[in-house]
């Protein structure tokens, strides 16, 4: 049996593979929510690979730009909402160059690796894994750099409608992102190669096939329940809204008066559910107070905090004492949102923009759990809960549960909420937990470990939701081996790519 011939040339002519990655990026943008067609993934990355396969690194830029900044500006279109389109261009702009530098190396895998390992199961297995990996490193890349980075857009994400979910709950969202594209890849292979006239070659092929499908949960145990009420308060929270003194927690405390009564072990309010630092405001605190003690259990609220001279993000377990001991600080503040990184140099281009943002909010170092009678409860607050170091530090911690705080107010109306809560569902099945996922505007639900609705609250509207919240115990696989996953990818890929360009040149 002959060995492949490597390709020498492009697959496509640089005009259709820029228009095949502009179609890419669009397909690519519907897998997510609102219209979260999750199986639309796949062909959108066959299309974008096709448009990388033999380009050089100027080629390979040139459609990484035209798929990069086309998918983010279809995907965060929502930054617009308020701010106009400055904000959302640059962004787009930001993470979709960053997306095509990124992108390169993958294009530069389809050069060398054929070459430098021509037989068949290089092509159909070698390659494909390589490519996998770089375009993992490449999520991990945009995820993690600058400011922090933005982790919004990776492809395991998109699947938490499909069954592919599962996955996670083993390898975590990096290594579901992992398989997906090696599936595709492989496919590719499978074409390229015209393999269907060796049926022993489609073998591998077929058991992934099964493999994605039929994978079940990781199994983690049941340890009890805990009644949890949550509390979407639908008050001014967002940006420029108007609001009069107080109205923030009281269109929340409204909204949990019928709450008065039930059995309750936690109550929760979402982030922002305040109108001020409750630490040095003791009106906010005595209502806190009150409403602690009439409920009869401890509040999870959220509001801006001071502490010697700087400002947090403070999730804090508020009791009928009047005060609270445990407290959490959002771990990654948003740029340009929460604070302005190198704001003089920005402040230059952008001053009535960047003028907008007067506080200046800390990254917190305190663990992301607070315990009520001996559970202990993971939390993220806000876009915290895109970042897998905040999730598995409080898994790690015991965590039994989990609750996401989150304020929408200010992306009423687009897709952003609908996103947001597709990543906590997508974090409940990665992590075999439940979750609480409250807004202060919607929508709001409490999920199951294994990514099912229990109760929801629709956005735009003022509620409560009271659930007996099953607690469970054990870590799933994808919290073990997810970071060990993730640095074997990042660096097993570049690695494979180095060691590719050294035998094509050989060759």
Known sequence: MTEPRAPRRALLPLWAAALSAALAAVLMDLAYPEAAVWVLAFPATALLLVSLIGRRFGGALLVGLFYGILFFALLVSWTSRYLGPVPWGALSVVEGGLTALALVPIALAYRWLPRAFPGTSGRLLGLPAIVAALWVGRELFVGSWPYGGFPWARLGMSQAESPLAPISSWVGVSGLSFLMVFFVAMLIEVVRLRAWRHPLRLLVPAALVVLLLFTPLFPTSSSGSMRIAAVQGNGPTGYFDDREPFSVIQAQTDATIPLYGQDVDLLVWPEGSLDGDPF????????????????????????????????????????????????????????????????????????????????????????????????????????????????????????????????????????????????????????????????????????????????????????????????????????????????????????????????????
Not at 417 to 432: H, S, V
């Open 280 to 507: 040095q405001n003791d009106a906010l605190a005595r209502r806190m107070t009150l409403v602690s003690t009439r409920i009869g259990a401890p509040l999870l609220a959220n509001a801006a905090t001071g502490r010697d001279d700087l400002y947090f993000n403070t999730s804090m377990l508020w009791t009928d004492e009047g005060t609270a001991t445990q407290i959490h600080d959002k771990r990654h503040p948003v740029p340009f949102g929460e604070y302005v990184p190198d704001r003089a140099f920005f402040n230059a281009l952008a001053p009535d923009l960047i003028g907008l943002i007067q506080r200046e909010y800390t990254p917190g170092s305190n663990p992301p759990l607070v315990d009520i009678d001996g559970v202990p409860i993971g939390l993220a607050i806000c876009f915290d809960v895109i970042y897998d170091d905040v999730i598995w530090e409080g898994l790690n911690s015991g965590a039994e549960v989990l609750v996401f705080q989150t304020n929408n107010a200010d992306f009423r109306g687009t897709d952003e909420n609908l996103q947001q809560l597709a990543f906590a569902r997508m974090r409940a099945i990665e992590t075999g937990r439940s979750v609480v996922n409250v807004s202060t505007v919607g929508t709001s639900q409490v999920i199951r470990a294994n990514g099912s609705t229990v109760t929801s609250l629709d956005a735009g509207e003022a509620g409560a939701m009271l659930e007996d919240v099953e607690l469970r115990s054990g870590l799933t696989a994808g919290v073990v081996l997810g970071p060990w996953i993730q640095m074997i990818l990042l660096w097993g890929g570049l690695g494979a790519l180095v060691v590719g360009w050294w035998r094509a040149r050989g060759r």
